[in-house]
């Protein structure tokens, strides 16, 4: 791990691992602390990483067939990046300032804003439709007291 100071704030630049270079076009990331102060840093560092990390794993778990873990994966890269996950209908009606935000979440490298990225922190994740294995399964866990021991 490597912490530099870029003009007035120090940044951390770390190496992606290998795991996540399917999803990561960067080699290298820079992750700014948003501090100036070196007392501050190795903690901010840590957290920062961490982030990243977690990031990149509900990523990786978007990237499945499965409906319910694009969505479940779409919420939790929301949540790594500080936001609750709303769907697009709630994200338009929240205040200029807040969808600005929001937009202002998504990385862009190289000039080309990440799909993934802005599916979930602008709400356009499709929501899972039941399947009808999904419905029977849920039918049971809710009728297990009427149905069981009968024949």
Known sequence: MSIAKRG???????RVPRRYRGI???ETVWISLHTDSETVVRSKADRAWRQMIE???ARLAGNSEDAEARYEAARDLAQARGFRY?????VAK???ED??????????PANQPDVAEAAALLGTAPEPRITVT???????TLAKEKTFGKS
Not at 8 to 14: I, K, S, V
């Open 94 to 96: 929240l205040p200029v």
């Open 86 to 90: 709303l769907d697009a209908g709630h």
């Open 8 to 14: 007035r704030l120090y940044h951390l630049r770390r």
């Open 99 to 108: 969808v600005v935000e929001h937009v202002g979440a998504i990385p862009v």
């Open 134 to 140: 999904k419905a029977l399964e849920l039918y049971w």
């Open 24 to 26: 990561e076009p960067r």
């Open 55 to 57: 990031a990149w794993e």
